[in-house]
């Protein structure tokens, strides 16, 4: 009865790990279905290659290297780092990247504008020269203190 149990918890097993590898095989035939959830010859061929190499005592990364050099890196759903997905792994943080330059650049830009516009207006204005020099200085943003930025400041709370 014994030998009964262990024989059906290992055939548990085996079923457990041929379905959580047939999730992350695609099929080659429909392309965006895995071999689990689809239909094709294929995929019906696929998983009983997958049970049949468990069965042989092949560890999952053995069975998925395998089905790589037979079918190509595109049959596995999550490609491996190297030169060639490299931009593929990376754009997510360049694209962040990107963003987050931009906004501080808006942001400065933003807080600098205003002292740009209105010596804009100031020059258009027939002043004396005394009074040109008062406005450029009292328009001039204070160059920054020390060398710490001043965006570092304010989000220091200084």
């Known amino acids: 009865m014994e030998n ?9 097993v085996v079923e457990a790990r041929a379905r959580n590898i047939s999730h992350n095989v695609r099929c080659t035939e429909c392309g965006s279905q895995s071999i689990e959830d689809s239909q094709a010859d294929i995929a019906i061929l696929l998983r009983k290659l997958i049970r049949d190499e468990i069965h042989a005592g092949k560890s ?24 060639q997905t490299a931009a593929l792994w990376l754009s997510p943080l360049l694209v962040a990247g990107a963003a987050a330059g931009i906004w501080a650049y808006n942001k400065h830009r933003q807080r600098t504008n205003v002292h740009i ?11 004396t020269p005394k009074e040109k020099q008062t406005m450029i200085e009292i328009l001039t943003p204070p160059p920054p203190e020390g060398k710490t930025p001043s965006w570092w400041r304010r989000w220091l709370g200084q």
Do not use: C, H, W
């Not at 049959?75 to 780092?81: D, E, G, H, S």
């Not at 516009?117 to 002043?127: D, E, H, K, Q």
């Open 4 to 12: 009964e149990d262990d024989v059906a918890k290992k055939s548990q």
């Open 60 to 83: 999952d990364k053995e069975i998925f290297k395998k089905l790589e050099e037979d079918f190509g890196e595109t049959v596995l759903y999550a490609p491996k780092f190297d030169m």
């Open 117 to 127: 516009m209105a010596l804009n207006l100031v020059r258009g204005v027939t002043l």
